[in-house]
């Protein structure tokens, strides 16, 4: 058969059983009663509660495949195939569907039955229901809290297994302390209190054989926890009992609770709300949260605005904000502007039930230096990965620390030249507090006379960019870098105007190139007159000749064949009385290495040496051969 789960009311006669508590009657007559009954599900073994008289016969039908009914007590009460039960004499037995495990409880009292017809329980059921219909009977259930205490006439017959009988010590009627003892009356009548501790419907029997059905509750709220921002309320109650409770909280200043159980929240925090009954106390487990705003600063560009969000606010707490420093306006739903190379500090006060919240942002309007730094940002992208070479100019064929940093600055008007390592350091600020885009300077790095080895562009976070091997961006935490700093400087002023970008030609002033054919020719004949042996030694003398270019050096011009030409500098002799060997390379007669070393120095900017002077013999500890020279 179709395993179906079903319930059976309770069908009961009055009793004369006292109840301590108040309690809630529930009257059930001759109207449908809705129970759940799942169709095709495994049915457990459930008990139902009949009580009946001695003599009575009750028809149990349910519209379903035939129940094969057995009874556990035939002298109680007998069951027919068709369901009939007769209640034979007093006492407690099972009725139950063997196959379902169905269970009616059958207790019969001992009084006798005046009724001529049949009680018929009927049961039908539908997809999700079973309707339950008690004919000729009303039937009273007292409903009852959970650990209340019930009272019962002297000599009860019966205690279900989930009360326990209250302790008490017996007080002799007539002596001193009965006329003190609260439950004195109680001790002559001999009566018997018991306590609730479990869920659920109980038969409870006097002497007399009388039963009442008590149905047993576990109080229950509309909600165990709740979660919400400051100013928000929330209702607390008991879903399942109608009784007497009182409110509380165990910290007021986090949640409050009215005598109506009207929770609110008044600040952040944990706290518990208490609903005490007679018996019980009940919980509610409070979060309380304070609304929150993003302190992270904020970087505007130049017309740009930022809207202030304030979080968590369901509370829907009053919210204002001021201007704490700086030129900045913020309107009164908290939208921030800031005018140019300004910093604004906005604050969002948020007004709780209890205290104020208050949070401070700031906001930054495109400073000098960030202009600048956004401003060298294609130039030092240009320069990325181009090769270390001494003396290199060219940004994707060679550079050097100090050609990197020349060019960059061209870029966005802060120098129209280049210069070497020492002369930037010399024409720059000394700073203690180095932006993005400032220098960052070191010494040591090579054997030279001048203080200023290496340069770089400090990046931010501890970081620099620079003509390492090759160009890239490296830390300045490293042993290295940190033995030989010497600090930083700036070229940067608040009072500057903002930076413009120009172009810069690598092709001719910078390379030391763009000369003639005839004045490249009288350059390779320069150059191999002081030394032909070798590549690296004719690219030491032209090398020699753009270093000194490099400072205008002597006064003698700013390009490699000025300096080249400059009297009693380098091989070069102009006088007819005075003819030089020089004059016999002209027209192209020199070796090929010289021309190559020319054109590499000229062109692409490759240097092998950062000296100004050479001789044919050795000069101090610090000159060093190259090609049959010394260099110093």
């Given at each position: ?13 009055a ?8 309690l809630?009657?529930t ?6 009663k ?6 095709d599900e495994?049915?457990?073994a459930e008990?139902?509660f009949l ?10 039908t ?8 057995m009874?556990?007590?035939?002298n ?7 369901g009939i039960?007769?209640a034979n004499?007093?006492?407690i037995?099972?009725?139950?569907d ?5 269970t009616?409880?059958?207790?019969v009292?001992g ?8 009680l ?7 997809d ?23 009272k ?15 302790a008490?010590e ?12 609260p439950?004195?009356?109680d001790?002559i ?11 659920g ?21 509309n ?12 209702d ?9 409770v009182k409110?509380?909280?165990?910290n007021d200043?986090i949640?409050t609770v ?12 944990e706290?518990?709300?208490?609903v005490d009954?007679?018996?019980?106390r ?5 979060v309380s949260k304070?609304?929150t705003v ?5 970087k505007?560009?130049?017309?740009e605005?930022?809207?202030i969000?304030?979080e ?7 919210v204002?904000?001021e201007i ?11 939208e ?13 006060i948020?007004?709780g039930p ?5 949070y401070?942002?700031?906001?930054t309007?495109s ?7 956004e ?23 060679g550079l ?6 020349s060019?960059v600055?061209r870029t966005v008007g802060?120098?129209n030249s ?6 930037i ?10 932006q993005?885009?400032?220098l ?6 090579y054997?030279?006379?001048d203080?200023i ?5 400090y ?12 160009n890239?961006?490296?830390?300045l935490?490293?042993a290295?870098w ?6 930083y400087g700036t ?12 172009e ?8 030391y190139g763009?000369?003639?054919q ?8 320069i ?8 590549y ?12 000194r270019a490099?400072i205008?050096y ?9 300096q ?7 091989a070069y002799?102009p ?6 060997l ?11 290495h010289?021309?190559?070393a ?14 100004l002077?050479?001789?044919s013999n050795?000069v101090?500890?610090n ?5 049959g020279?010394?260099?110093?």
């Amino acid at each position: 058969m179709k395993k179906q789960q079903v319930s059976a009311f309770i069908l009961a006669v009055a009793l004369t059983t006292m109840f301590m508590p108040s309690l809630r009657d529930t009257v059930v007559g001759a109207d449908s009663k809705k129970v759940t009954a799942k169709k095709d599900e495994e049915v457990k073994a459930e008990t139902s509660f009949l009580s009946c008289r001695q003599g009575d016969k009750l028809s149990v039908t349910l519209d379903s495949e035939e129940i094969k009914w057995m009874t556990s007590d035939e002298n109680v009460a007998s069951v027919s195939n068709d369901g009939i039960i007769s209640a034979n004499s007093k006492g407690i037995c099972d009725i139950s569907d063997i196959e379902t495990g169905y269970t009616i409880k059958v207790n019969v009292s001992g009084e006798t039955s005046q009724a001529s017809d049949v009680l018929k329980l009927n049961y039908t059921s539908d997809d999700s229901l079973s309707d339950v219909v008690v004919e000729d009977e009303t039937t009273t259930v007292k409903e009852i809290e959970i650990n209340s205490e019930v009272k019962a006439d002297a000599g009860a017959a019966s205690k279900p297994d989930s009360f326990s009988e209250i302790a008490k010590e017996e007080t002799p009627t007539g002596s001193a302390d009965a006329q003190n003892s609260p439950n004195a009356e109680d001790d002559i009548d001999g009566t018997t209190e018991m306590k609730a501790e479990a869920e659920g419907n109980y038969v409870v029997t006097d002497a007399n054989g009388e039963s009442q059905v008590v149905k047993v509750i576990q109080p229950e709220l509309n909600q165990t926890d709740f979660t919400g921002a400051v100013g928000q309320s929330t209702d607390v109650f008991i879903t399942n009992f109608d009784t007497t409770v009182k409110y509380s909280s165990s910290n007021d200043s986090i949640a409050t609770v009215d005598e109506n159980g009207k929770v609110t929240l008044v600040d952040g925090g944990e706290c518990t709300i208490y609903v005490d009954t007679e018996y019980n106390r009940l919980e509610l487990n409070i979060v309380s949260k304070v609304p929150t705003v993003n302190t992270d600063a904020v970087k505007l560009k130049d017309g740009e605005k930022s809207q202030i969000t304030v979080e968590g606010n369901d509370g829907n707490l009053p919210v204002r904000f001021e201007i704490v420093s700086g030129n900045g306006t913020v309107s009164e739903t908290g939208e921030v502007s800031v005018p140019k190379r300004d910093t604004t500090v906005v604050r969002t006060i948020i007004t709780g039930p209890l205290k104020e919240y208050a949070y401070d942002k700031q906001f930054t309007c495109s400073s000098i230096h960030e202009e600048y730094w956004e401003a060298m940002q294609p130039a030092i992208q240009e320069c990325l990965g181009t090769p270390y070479v001494f003396g290199g100019t060219v940004p994707g064929k060679g550079l050097d620390c100090s050609a990197y940093v020349s060019y960059v600055y061209r870029t966005v008007g802060l120098m129209n030249s280049r210069l070497t390592a020492q002369g930037i350091y010399n024409i720059s600020t000394p700073t203690d507090d180095p932006q993005p885009g400032d220098l960052v300077f070191f010494t040591g790095t090579y054997d030279t006379s001048d203080y200023i080895t290496h340069i770089g562009i400090y990046a931010g976070n501890n970081q620099m960019y620079h003509s390492g091997d090759p160009n890239k961006l490296a830390s300045l935490n490293t042993a290295y870098w940190q033995s030989h700093i010497v600090g930083y400087g700036t070229m940067i002023t608040e009072d500057m105007q903002s930076p413009t970008i120009h172009e810069v030609d690598v092709s001719s002033g910078t390379t030391y190139g763009g000369y003639s054919q005839q004045e490249l020719e009288l350059i390779w004949a320069i150059v191999a007159q002081e030394c032909n042996v070798n590549y690296d030694g004719a690219l030491a003398v032209v090398t020699c000749a753009a270093n000194r270019a490099d400072i205008n050096y002597g006064g003698h011009g700013t390009d490699v064949l000025s300096q080249l030409t400059a009297p009693g500098q380098f091989a070069y002799s102009p006088s007819v009385s005075d003819p030089s060997l020089w004059q016999a390379r002209l027209n192209g007669n020199v070796p090929e290495h010289v021309k190559k070393a020319v054109s590499d120095c000229l062109e692409s900017g490759v240097r092998n040496h950062s000296y100004l002077s050479f001789r044919s013999n050795p000069v101090g500890d610090n000159s060093v051969n190259i090609g049959g020279n010394w260099y110093f």
